[in-house]
């Protein structure tokens, strides 16, 4: 039906002015349009042809005057045109026309959507391209209630039992340009050559356009990453970190805990750097192959914390930071951050030592404080043009309570305001937990911008499956701040068997496309009073303007569960 009516070119030039006449008397709509879509403006060639982007997109100059546009990257890896690979990954075509001239592709067919493709002559020397696909409604009226893992559209399945398969799940940027974004799976205790050795594996499928359905085994990903020694448990953190070379391409950071030989030192940590390119990964490969890498410096700091956090001094290239949760520079399990500007791919180089390496870098408060466990980027909180940065300290004492926690915020800056070794208690703002235990930073993420003001909003959660969002609007610059005196808003569980630890945060972008970020939250370790415990549950939650002083989780516009005891799903 909405197909039909979108045949019809009378209704298709109604929804066209329609659509931008909204978004013209929505200037932080706009905005947010504006800076999103200036990331993927690289990747749509002048020469008419096609690039793979999800969702509708709107293409606008930056010389409309609402704003400057941020350098690529600063949305690391989730801009709000970009969808939930976990939720369903719908591919639509954008069609640039040959400048400046009106083109109309009319009805294109796909596998899995229908959609129209058309283009308008814009005051601006520019074409504007709307696309519209009609799957898009039925894609997200599905989105709602309690929905079972078992309905699922592929199910990834590991090699061999007890390989912990799914330990980590991330989508990852388009690595080779294709215009899909790529899926990693994890599995820390996967044994080379079944010896029990723990190496563990790294599995990479490049996106595609028909997505992938039914069971899909591990052992069939397009690459396949392995520690090079035992008990290596490679794949800690397997992320996506934005274009650290300013290649045109984005790149690929797989971290490991625990190193052997021939670094000699147990948990230092080391993260593993590949760098995008047009032609694709394949086949079986050992981590010690990466294109660069950096090696942790202190026996059982763990150096493998390791996120893609956009551009923080704004030099055109992306940045990442390396938390080591366990660094005894300070004391015993105090933590360490790392901070890397990117660089031409000449100046990176294999097994180079994050202390000599790194640009930046920040020592926790004291001992025990496990500073650095958890690091995000942010987006920019504060519409200065440089991306921003959460870590967590979730173990940090405050006063008489043992592990309170903090979350510190550092601000991106220019190059030559950073330092090395800078003391978290000159942090730009932090968070302090109130209570014994409250672990306050257990979690911390980049969520976007929720509430449709053009800024960044910060949230992160405590250890006990509470979880508080910071609407940029609301940011106050002050350091050790009561987390129950800057107007979070503050989402819990109705009763205690539906706790869990405040497992993961996940930013999703705008997938309902209503102008606001929307994000999941998972506690992999939920019980369900039918199922049983540690069935494990993800909430999706929908932006909005305005949030309320509390939220309650079941108040979720669709929780996605498990299937039985102990899945630990989410």
């Known amino acids: 039906m909405i197909s039909a009516i979108f045949r019809h070119t009378v209704l298709i030039s109604f929804l066209i002015f329609a659509v931008m006449g909204m978004l013209t008397n929505n200037p932080p709509a706009m905005r947010k349009l504006v800076r999103s879509l200036h990331r993927l403006k690289g990747r749509i060639p002048d020469d008419a042809a096609w690039e793979s982007i999800e969702m509708v997109i709107l293409t606008i100059r930056e010389e409309i005057g609402l704003g400057k546009s941020r350098t690529a990257g600063t949305d690391s890896a989730l801009t709000s045109v970009r969808p939930c690979l976990a939720l369903q990954t719908i591919h639509c075509r954008v069609y640039r026309p040959f400048h400046p001239r009106l083109r109309s592709s009319g009805l294109k067919t796909g596998r899995s959507f229908n959609e129209i493709i058309f283009g308008i002559r814009s005051k601006m020397k520019e074409i504007i391209f709307v696309v519209v696909m009609a ?7 599905q989105y709602d209630g309690t929905i079972s893992a078992d309905s699922a559209q592929a199910v990834f399945l590991g090699e061999h039992p007890g390989d912990l398969a799914g330990h980590h799940v991330a989508m990852a940027p388009d690595l080779n340009n294709d215009g899909y974004d790529e899926l990693l799976v994890t599995a820390p205790l996967w044994d080379l050559n079944s010896q029990s050795t723990s190496h563990g594996r790294v599995y990479l499928y490049y996106g595609k356009s028909q997505g992938w359905n039914g069971a899909i085994s591990l052992a069939d990903a397009d690459a396949l990453f392995h520690g090079a020694y035992a008990l290596n ?63 942790g410096n202190a026996i059982g700091a763990e150096a493998a914390h390791v996120k893609g956090v956009g551009d923080l001094d704004k030099d055109g290239y992306d940045d990442f930071v390396i938390g080591a949760g366990f660094h005894p520079q300070v004391g015993a399990e105090a933590g360490k951050i790392y901070v890397f500007f990117g660089k031409d791919r000449s100046l990176w180089t294999k097994n180079a030592d994050m202390e000599a390496a790194c640009d930046a870098s920040y020592l926790a408060e004291s001992a025990g404080d496990w500073a650095g466990h958890r690091v995000s980027g942010l987006g920019d909180v504060n519409g200065d043009g440089y991306a921003d940065l959460l870590i967590g300290a979730n173990h940090r004492p405050i006063g008489d309570n043992s592990y309170a926690g903090t979350v510190y915020l550092i601000l991106g800056r220019a190059r030559h305001l950073w330092g090395k070794d800078v003391s978290l208690s000159q942090a730009d703002a932090s968070w302090i937990g109130e209570t014994n235990r409250q672990n306050l930073g257990w979690n911390v993420a980049h969520v976007g911008d929720v509430d449709g003001d053009a800024l960044d909003d910060l949230f992160f ?110």
């Not at 799957?135 to 009226?141: G, N, Q």
């Not at 019980?527 to 939650?541: E, Q, R």
């Open 135 to 141: 799957s898009v409604c039925r894609l997200f009226a």
């Open 233 to 295: 448990e490679a794949s800690h953190d397997a992320f996506g970190v934005g274009d650290i070379n300013h290649d045109g391409y984005h790149d690929l950071a797989i971290a490991i805990k625990k190193t052997q030989a021939p670094q000699g030192g147990n948990r230092l940590g080391k993260v593993y750097l590949y760098f995008g390119k047009s032609a694709r990964l394949s086949g079986e490969m050992s981590l010690e192959d990466a294109d660069a890498s950096l090696v």
């Open 461 to 570: 959660s405590n250890g006990s499956s509470t979880y508080y969002l910071i609407p940029a609007k609301k940011l106050r610059l002050d350091r050790d701040m009561p987390i129950s005196s800057v107007g979070a808003t503050v989402f819990t569980h109705a009763s205690k068997v539906e706790d869990g630890i405040g497992h993961d945060i996940t930013g999703i972008g705008d997938i309902n496309l209503d102008g606001f970020d929307d994000f999941l939250i998972g506690n992999s370790l939920v019980s369900d009073p039918v199922m049983g415990t540690a069935v494990g549950k993800s909430y999706l939650f929908m932006g909005r303007a305005e949030w309320p002083a509390s939220v309650a989780m079941a108040s979720a516009k669709a929780v996605f569960t498990g299937e039985a005891a102990n899945d630990e799903f989410g």
